[in-house]
């Protein structure tokens, strides 16, 4: 469990089964980040302290998810390195050698229900309705270059002397 008061006010906290205490906190506005292992942080902007008086606050957090898994090659199975995984912009990371991505914090289950896979050397592609509740051993693939592409070629006369059948043309 954590807490941060900005701007930074030389305070102390106390903390006790979920229930904070900030002392000899000056008058003035801040703001206040929570956060705990499997619930997703929250800030408070704009809280205003007066001098001599004592203020009670309420502040619940949501139950998260951290997203992590691995991105391999479709083709061999080898693991993917420097692969973007990007679940709606919110949460972006990149693959490490192992192909191995977790998210730093947590998000809502329902922000890692979508995520988009792209990396240089393959094709791009996005994941949707990943399971919301349980999102901590996705296994993504990436493929490489299984889009279609059509051509025609046409010489300096603009007479075709190539299909997109195949068929080539004296």
């Known amino acids: ?15 006790e089964g979920g229930v904070f ?3 000899d906190l000056p008058p003035g506005t801040y703001q206040l980040r929570l956060w705990a292992d499997g619930y997703v942080a929250r800030t408070l902007y704009g809280l205003r302290v007066h001098a001599g008086r004592k203020q009670k606050m309420k502040i619940e ?24 995984v990007d679940f ?8 490490d050698a192992a192909g191995h991505f977790e ?5 809502l289950p329902e922000a890692a229900r ?5 990396h240089p050397g393959f094709d791009r592609v ?3 309705d990943l399971p919301a509740q349980n999102p901590d051993d996705l296994r993504l693939a990436l493929t490489r ?9 046409i010489n300096a006369s603009e007479r075709v002397i190539f299909d997109p059948a195949g068929s080539f043309y004296a």
């Open 103 to 107: 998210a730093p914090f947590a998000v």
């Open 88 to 95: 709606g912009g919110g949460l972006r990371m990149v693959t």
């Open 145 to 153: 270059g299984k889009s279609a592409i059509s051509l025609t070629l």
């Open 21 to 23: 205490e900030v002392i």
């Open 114 to 118: 979508e995520v988009t896979l792209s």
């Open 126 to 128: 996005t994941f949707r």
């Open 1 to 15: 469990i954590g807490i941060a008061i900005a701007p930074p006010a030389g305070v102390q906290t106390r903390a």
């Open 61 to 84: 957090l949501d139950r998260g998810v951290r997203p992590r898994g691995r991105v391999f090659d479709d083709t061999d199975q080898l693991p993917v390195s420097g692969a973007t």
